[in-house]
């Protein structure tokens, strides 16, 4: 089961930073990412970190202003978002799997997600 926490309302140029909390076995084991939907949008791939955070990668869109990270000593994953712009506006969704992918099929756990509206 995964937790998304962290959205909220900011405006342009502002930060948030959400966190997902694991409880399946094994976190560590796993490839975590964050997807976003915005209204009207299919999920998109933003970031994904792999078992151990020594390899990370990002949507184009985010690079430079989101950065991915994880603990797994407290089986969570963070999404800090600096610079946000109303484009960023939509769900965020955590995600795990065991594969270190960009496509939604490729996870097998979901967070329930996490709203985040930024004003311009």
């Known amino acids: 089961q995964l937790v998304d926490s962290g959205g909220g309302l900011v405006q342009a140029g502002g930060s948030l930073r959400l966190s997902c909390a694991a409880s399946?076995?094994?976190?560590?084991?796993?490839?975590m990412a964050w997807f976003r939907q915005a209204p009207g949008k299919e999920r998109e791939f933003v970031s994904a970190?792999?078992?151990?955070?020594?390899?990370?990668k990002y949507v184009d869109s985010v690079k430079g202003r989101f950065t991915i990270s994880r603990d797994n000593a407290k089986n969570t994953v963070y999404l800090q978002m600096n610079s946000l712009k109303p484009e960023d506006t939509a769900v965020y969704y955590c995600?795990?799997?065991?594969?270190?992918?960009?496509?939604?099929?490729?996870?097998?756990?979901w967070g329930q997600g996490t709203q985040v509206t930024v004003s311009s």
């Open positions: 995600a795990a799997g065991s594969i270190y992918g960009n496509r939604a099929s490729q996870y097998d756990y």
């Open positions: 399946i076995a094994t976190f560590s084991s796993y490839v």
């Open positions: 970190i792999n078992w151990n955070g020594g390899m990370t």
